[in-house]
């Protein structure tokens, strides 16, 4: 397992360019089971996560050829099984769920089992395709479904579930009849896919709000589509900037899905300003401590919280960061804690003090964001800093090390 070697204190300096958002890609991936033929893909960000959807989908007959665009083949659908061994490494696996019954009218998905930042289950997956028509049961650990034709439904989901909303959308576009899906996740990703499905040939309305309404249709066809930028990744490399008090310009950033992020960033003191899809960090300004609560967009993501924590764990007076999404996202605290960080966790509560310093040390990555945190707090530490099982990082990080080293950071990525 390799590791990355961090000599901390270099103000980054530079342009680093946005890739695709993987957690777009992941659905828009999985929706190409349901219209048989070949699809165009732009902007699929070169990940270990895109890697293990396409050895997912290829189990099930579906041909890729690598490239820009990403060309996927599914016309010929061979099986209709997620397995375990897949499932339990990648949860986003269970995205084809909703195409798989769609179009193959079956489906046997591996249960994901819990994972570092929390239980995760699929419950309102499987309430809202038990609406449609699709029969479940739950046989050694698999979802096993089985439907016929789908049928329309009214879906109120319990909460905005991202991929939860994913697979009841893809699953209803075929369905016979209109779905309405209630409390349905906004986040961009989610528009993402829905503007694919629209570019097969499905009819969606409200896109972008919590009710979705999609009048199924008999078929769709293949289609071409550009892959929206990652506004986490953006995110990242923004606190990354700010933590070393550098100048860099974040390019290609979906700027305008990042408004809370942005927001949270310049109360606490970071000098931005943004123009089209550019982001501009100064150095200068100075880090403040400000209270955060992750919320489903359009509030401050979860999936940026350990990055705001690792700014914080430098910022004048404290911060209160408050995780409402997942009941276990502070495995980066003990981490932290290892540099130098002053945070104590009460509940979903973590509060973090003001620190003059921090120091490197040897740290742990335990699930992909927590170690994106790791890798920021490692650039500010005095001495060098060695972050562990970096596959974690792999699985959302397009090319870290070069983007990094690119903006003058002195990282490499070495053998453990
Ligand atoms: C998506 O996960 C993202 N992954 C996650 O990003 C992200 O953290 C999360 O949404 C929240 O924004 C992808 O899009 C591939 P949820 P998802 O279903 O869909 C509970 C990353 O770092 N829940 O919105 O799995 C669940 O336990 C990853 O890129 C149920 O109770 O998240 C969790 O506490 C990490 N029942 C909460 O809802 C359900 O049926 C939010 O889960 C579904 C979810």
């Not at 579906?62 to 061979?78: A, H, I, K, Y």
């Not at 896109?207 to 990652?230: E, F, H, N, R």
């Not at 932290?336 to 104590?344: Q, S």
Request: with cysteine.
């Amino acid at each position: 397992m390799d590791k990355i070697v961090i000599e901390g204190g270099v103000p980054l300096s530079g342009e680093v360019a946005i890739s695709g958002a993987k957690n777009a890609a992941l659905p828009i991936i999985a929706a190409t089971l349901l219209a048989p033929g070949v699809h165009r893909l732009y902007n699929v960000p070169p990940l270990a996560d895109i890697r293990t959807a396409k050895k997912l989908l290829g189990l099930m007959g579906v041909q890729f050829e690598d490239g820009e665009p990403l060309v996927v083949d599914s016309s010929r659908l061979t099986g209709w099984m997620a397995p375990y061994e897949t499932v339990k490494t990648m949860r986003a696996a269970v995205l084809v769920l909703g195409p798989l019954v769609a179009r193959a009218r079956q489906a046997s998905v591996s249960l994901p089992g819990g994972c570092a930042i929390g239980a995760r289950p699929i419950d309102q997956h499987l309430k809202g395709l038990e609406a449609m028509g699709v029969k479940i049961t739950l046989n050694q650990g698999y979802v096993e479904a089985k439907a016929k034709r789908l049928h329309g439904a009214d879906i109120t989901l319990d909460l905005p579930t991202v991929t939860g909303t994913e697979n009841l959308m893809m699953a209803a576009t075929l369905a016979n009849g209109v779905t309405r899906i209630i409390n349905a996740a906004q986040e961009p990703e989610v528009s993402d896919l829905a503007r694919f499905l629209t570019a097969m040939g499905a009819q969606i309305e409200g896109i972008g709000t919590d009710v979705l309404t999609i009048q199924g249709v008999k078929a769709l066809t293949p289609a071409s589509y550009t892959i929206m930028s990652d506004r986490i990744e953006a995110g990242t490399y923004l606190a990354a900037a700010a933590i070393t008090k550098g100048q860099v310009t974040i390019t290609n950033a979906p700027v305008p899905h990042m408004a809370a992020v942005l927001e949270k960033f310049h109360e606490a003191g970071v000098r931005l300003s943004t123009a089209g899809n550019r982001i501009m960090v100064e150095p200068g300004g100075s880090l403040t401590g400000v209270d955060v609560k992750t919320r489903a967009y359009p509030g401050f993501p979860t999936d940026m919280q350990a990055q705001y924590m690792a700014l914080m764990t430098l910022a004048k007076g404290a911060a209160v960061i408050t995780e409402t999404i997942f009941e276990n996202r502070f495995m980066h605290v003990s981490e932290l804690e290892r540099l130098g960080a002053d945070i104590t966790v009460s509940g979903n509560h973590a509060i973090v003090r003001e620190r003059r310093q921090l120091h490197g040390a040897p740290v742990m990555a335990t699930d992909l964001r927590a170690s994106a945190s790791l890798v920021i707090a490692g650039l500010a530490a005095t001495g060098a800093t060695e972050v562990l099982r970096v596959y974690h990082l792999d699985r959302g990080y397009a090319r870290l090390v070069e983007k990094l080293s690119a903006l003058g950071a002195r990282i490499k990525r070495v053998a453990a």
